[in-house]
């Protein structure tokens, strides 16, 4: 199962919180939230590149101080805690994954070309 498989999503009120999982069978060198909201294009929001027992996070300006991304021990389920969730937060969550490493070629965190698998993704609705 490469396809990362999320759960979590759901409808809060503003200020609320809510946590994503995603779960893949391998271990991956990226992991990351993207969102995609109507009539707008799928955004990174956070990051990890983990490699040699280090991992590097990475967030989008929209959700720093409010999202926190995490890994397991096994590295092979990633989270996403959603805090102070507010109405511009509703949107489909996806979680990204991709076996490849840095190599000699940029490869931004946050850039949806970095990631090779998409899971089926999640609605997250806030509400006023």
């Known amino acids: 199962q490469v396809r990362p498989v999320e759960s979590g999503g759901g409808s809060v009120q503003a200020g609320g919180s809510l946590r994503l999982s995603c779960s893949v069978s391998?271990?991956?060198?990226?992991m990351a939230w993207f969102r995609q909201s109507a009539g707008n294009a799928r955004e990174g929001v956070a990051a990890?590149?983990?490699?040699?027992?280090?991992?590097?996070?990475y967030y989008a300006d929209s959700v720093k101080r409010r999202f926190t991304i995490s890994q397991d021990n096994t590295k092979k389920t990633h989270y996403l805690q959603m805090n102070d969730l507010q109405p511009e937060d509703n949107a489909m969550y996806y979680c990204?994954?991709?076996?490849?490493?840095?190599?000699?070629?940029?490869?931004?965190?946050?850039?949806?070309?970095?990631?090779?698998?998409w899971g089926q993704g999640t609605q997250v609705t806030v509400s006023t």
């Open positions: 990204a994954v991709d076996f490849r490493g840095r190599g000699s070629v940029a490869r931004p965190p946050l850039r949806r070309e970095t990631y090779n698998y």
């Open positions: 391998a271990i991956p060198y990226y």
């Open positions: 990890i590149y983990s490699a040699n027992a280090n991992s590097e996070f």
